[in-house]
């Protein structure tokens, strides 16, 4: 996977902050514990709903944070395919030249895996009949009569390779088809005056950004009835390890709401984390403040 061009372009698409790239998703979770959630169906099996791929969908929280650290930027993508009008048509024909080429490229090395596994299971097959050649004649042993010659096991086994070279020669190799993903090419990538403002988020956003900077995954909660889960490492390496819940400083709190959150906790071996912001929204005097000051407790029942 390729290291992508920064600052990563962001689809906003229908109130929707997608990536296209997997590039960019790669990218995104190994360096920035961006996980996102896949909602695009898969183009074998586009029925199925267990195992999704791109794109990748962003919370706004997520989106906010990489726009607000610098790797990334938010791109109407109903404007930006606008300027696909604009497009030469040399342009044109150059990028489908490139597809046709990374098509064609794609056809060689699957014939060329096809043509290895085939050669393997001939071998197989050549290896089981000459075992069996040579148990015919220690059967026959002594006997009066020469058997009748036969094609040796190498020697059918060299006129079936010369046969599927031939083949492999004589036939032409038809260029796979190939989707792009992206816009970025054809379309140039977007200057800083087409970029959209940062998105607008929760009053959970400081919380979100705390976790994140220490380290955590953070993946949305609402199997789990809480606002955030957070992982120490990637989801598809470790357990969560908190049930997050954010809450302004001077927010009233129902104490039933905590005893829930923990005894929840608790019964799905996670601890049960409530943090926010020490500065009430109004008091602070930028969000970057709300985000730098934030406390977080923890709450566990140890008897369960």
């Given at each position: ?209 705390h976790l994140s900077s220490r380290g955590y995954f953070l993946s949305p909660g609402l199997r789990f009835g809480c606002q955030y889960v957070a992982y120490p490492g990637d989801p598809l390496r470790f357990h969560a390890h908190f049930l997050c819940v954010s809450a302004e400083w001077d ?42 000051n934030v406390r977080t407790f923890s709450i566990e029942w140890a008897g369960m």
């Amino acid at each position: 996977m390729g290291t992508p061009t920064i600052p990563i372009p962001i689809s906003y698409v229908s109130g929707r902050y997608l990536l296209f790239s997997i590039d960019a998703v790669t990218y995104l979770r190994r360096e920035h514990h961006i996980c996102g959630v896949l909602i695009g169906t898969l183009p074998q099996i586009p029925q199925q709903n267990v195992f999704l791929g791109l794109p990748l969908e962003l919370m706004p929280e997520e989106a906010r944070l990489l726009v607000d650290k610098g790797v990334a930027c938010i791109v109407d993508e109903t404007k930006a395919h606008d300027s696909m009008k604009s497009l030469l048509e040399e342009d044109r024909r150059q990028y489908l030249r490139e597809l046709d080429s990374q098509g064609l490229n794609a056809s060689r090395k699957l014939s060329d895996r096809k043509g290895q596994q085939r050669e393997q299971v001939l071998k197989k097959l050549d290896e089981k009949a000459k075992a069996k050649a040579i148990k015919a004649l220690e059967n026959e042993g002594e006997a009066d009569t020469p058997p009748t010659p036969t094609p040796t096991p190498s020697v059918l086994g060299e006129e079936r390779s010369s046969s599927r070279s031939s083949n492999r020669t004589s036939g032409h190799t038809m260029a796979m088809g190939v989707t792009p993903t992206t816009s970025y090419p054809p379309l140039a990538q977007p200057t800083s005056s087409q970029h959209l403002p940062p998105p607008n988020v929760p009053l959970s956003y400081p919380l979100f950004a705390h976790l994140s900077s220490r380290g955590y995954f953070l993946s949305p909660g609402l199997r789990f009835g809480c606002q955030y889960v957070a992982y120490p490492g990637d989801p598809l390496r470790f357990h969560a390890h908190f049930l997050c819940v954010s809450a302004e400083w001077d927010e009233e709190i129902d104490l039933m709401a905590i005893v829930n959150g923990g005894r929840l906790g608790t019964g799905v071996k996670k601890g049960f984390l409530l943090g926010g912001p020490e500065k009430p929204r109004a008091e602070a005097e930028s969000e970057a403040e709300r985000v730098e000051n934030v406390r977080t407790f923890s709450i566990e029942w140890a008897g369960m």
